[in-house]
């Protein structure tokens, strides 16, 4: 019967047992969360915003659903309204809208960001 290095007396245990000892505490650990909140991403509100324009895109994207039904509405009520005159101010009011938006998106998506930042009581996004 072969001796096991435990079995053994101290002197003729090899080193790399005496230089790593058994732990007599538990170990302790940390567990650090991550906390996964959903960021909006610049890009994707640019595209949306110059690829659908009539469909205000790009503020259903940033959860401001009133102001995207309402820039909806502009352009879906302005292009038939048009040929009666009455749309044209409409189909205007929503080209400068969208000139404005331009803007305004960045900022946008910085304040929908912190506020999902706020509401989950996250301290950062994780996004990996």
Partial sequence: MTPTP?????QTLDRR????PVPTQPQQ???HHV???PAKDTAVAY?????????????????RTGSAITQLLL?????PLSFFVIGVPMLFAAAIWWFVDLFLTAGMVREENQRALTRTG???FYRG
């Fill in 29 to 31: 650990y940390v567990v």
């Fill in 47 to 63: 595209l949306l915003l110059l690829l659908l324009p009539p469909f205000g895109a790009h503020r259903f994207y940033l959860g």
């Fill in 75 to 79: 352009w879906l009520l302005g292009v």
């Fill in 122 to 124: 996250g301290t950062g």
């Fill in 35 to 37: 906390h996964h909140a």
């Fill in 6 to 10: 435990t079995s053994l007396p101290p």
């Fill in 17 to 20: 047992y005496q230089h790593h």
